[in-house]
């Protein structure tokens, strides 16, 4: 996004990267292991959809906590 005089500007930009190299080298680097917010990350770069921002606030909305159990409802129901 760029400020210009008659508001904001967005522009574009495509950026290739290799996924499969992307994908192995977050499985190797142990960060799965911290927990669920790693395994949304990953699944938002398998995807290219963004996860984490809707399932929170689908969580926020439910009343639900955010575990395993509810992200693989939230997963099958926005799939």
């Known amino acids: 996004m760029t400020a210009t005089p008659q508001g904001w500007q967005p522009e574009i930009i495509r950026v290739d990267y290799d996924r499969a190299l992307s994908l192995r080298r977050f499985s190797e680097s142990g960060y799965l292991a911290t927990g669920l917010s790693a ?3 990953r699944q938002e770069l398998l995807t ?3 996860l ?10 439910q009343k639900l906590p955010r575990t395993d159990d509810t992200w693989n409802r939230f997963i ?4």
Do not use: G
């Open 48 to 50: 290219s959809r963004s």
């Open 39 to 41: 395994e949304v990350f």
């Open 76 to 79: 099958v129901q926005h799939s």
């Open 52 to 61: 984490y921002t809707p399932y929170w606030a689908w969580t926020e909305a």
